[in-house]
C-alpha cells in the first residue's frame, strides 16, 4: 500500500518537518521550496494533505498564510500545535568551546539571542533553520554551528551539542492541515471553524458583524484583519472560532455576520487539537 504525502515548506527537518511527521505518523513529508509550491503540491495531486503554519505565540501571525489560502481552493481539515525546541547544532566530534559562528533563520536568531551572546557567537541569517543545519554539514568547520530541531541534526549527520536554548520555554507554532476535500465533518463536538469574510461598507458593520459571537455565546479564538486587493483599508477578517458550523450557536452567529458582509467563505470545519485543553 502506498504511503500517503503531505506537502510542507522548508528542507527535511524543519520544524513543519516535525509537524507532519507528529500530525500524520506514517505519512511520507514533501519538503517544498516555498508555502505557493506547498499549496500547488496538493491542488496537483502530489500530495493529499499541506502543513501551512498561521500563527506563533511569540511572534504571531505567519505572514502569507492569510492571503494565499483562500484563494487556493483547499480547506482546512484539521489543525496542530507544534512545540519548537531549537538545538544548538555542530558536525562530529565538535565542542561549544569550538563555535565562533552561528546559522540560523533570522526568527530563530531573535529567540536564542541569550546563548548567542553568552557565548559571543557570530551571527550568520539562512534563509530557514533545517537548511542551516544542511550548510554547516556542508562546510564541515568545527567554528560553525546551526540553530535548528534536533530532527534536522539528524538527517544532516549532525551533534546536538546543547537542547533546548531557546529564551523562552513556551514557543509553540500552530499549523493549519489542508486539503482538497471540502467535506465537512459529521463530528459535533470539540470542533473549530474557520472563516473568512467582508464586512459591507456601512458605520459599525464590524461591531455588529461580530456581535452574534457574543450574543450566542461562541468563543472566538482569532481574529486578523488582512488587506483587500491591494489597498489600504482593512476590509477582510478571518476568524476561528470553537465549534461545529451546523450547530444551533455557532449557526446563528454566521448567520448574523453573513447579514452584514458582502462576502463569505468557509475555510474549515475541524477538529479541536488536544493541544487547546492543556493551556
Known sequence: MTAKIIAFQ????AYSDMACRSARRGWVTLPCENFIETIKAVQSGKAEQAML???NNLVGRVPDIHNLLPSSGLFIVGEHFQRIEHCLIGIKNAKI?????VHTHPVAMGQVSEIINDLSLERITEFDTAGAAEIIAKMNNREDAAIASELAAELNGLDVLRYNVENENYNTTRFYIVSREKKIPTQRENMMTTVLFKTKNI???LYKALGGFATNNVNMTRLESCMDKGGFVA??????VEGHVHNYP????????KFYSDDYVLLGVYPASQYRQSV
Open 235 to 240: 476590509t477582510k477578517f478571518l476568524v476561528d
Open 203 to 205: 458605520p459599525s458593520a
Open 250 to 257: 455557532l449557526n446563528q452567529a454566521l448567520n448574523e455576520l
Open 10 to 13: 522548508g528542507r527535511p527537518g
Open 53 to 55: 503554519p498561521c500563527e
Open 97 to 101: 568551546s569550538d563555535i565562533k559562528r
